[in-house]
Nanobody, 119 residues
Framework: QVQLVESGGGLVQAGGSLRLSCAAS????????MGWYRQAPGKQRELVAV???????NYGDSVKGRFSISRDNAKKTVYLQMNSLKPEDTAVYYC?????????????WGQGTQVTVSS
């Protein structure tokens, strides 16, 4: 079992920056990758960024060039640095961890943290 706790959300003006953190606890041995998703009111949850065990990264098209994902293995923490924020980035941001065991996928989610960008 893996537990995820997000922090760092808040209210920021357009053009500003925020850094989200996701602290993981529990066994990380079989975690294949971790990432961030977001969900705005009335919209589906969408990928923001993912980082794999070998530090490969992937970003959603709407955040490329503005957001950066990184991690600190010693602290079992994943970060999302968000720059040049836009009102359309307003959403609840969720941390995700994907565990692959015996060929099966298990998804773990945090409780979410609200990011609000004012115009």
């Amino acid at each position: 079992q893996v537990q995820l706790v997000e922090s760092g959300g808040g209210l920021v003006q357009a053009g500003g920056s925020l850094r989200l953190s996701c602290a993981a606890s529990g066994s990380m041995f079989s975690i294949a990758h971790m990432g961030w998703y977001r969900q705005a009111p009335g919209k589906q949850r969408e990928l923001v960024a993912v980082i794999t065990r070998d530090d490969s990264t992937n970003y959603g098209d709407s955040v490329k060039g503005r957001f950066s994902i990184s991690r600190d293995n010693a602290k079992k923490t994943v970060y999302l640095q968000m720059n040049s924020l836009k009102p359309e980035d307003t959403a609840v941001y969720y941390c995700n961890a994907v565990d692959i065991r015996s060929g099966r996928r298990y998804d773990y989610w945090g409780q979410g943290t609200q990011v609000t960008v004012s115009s």
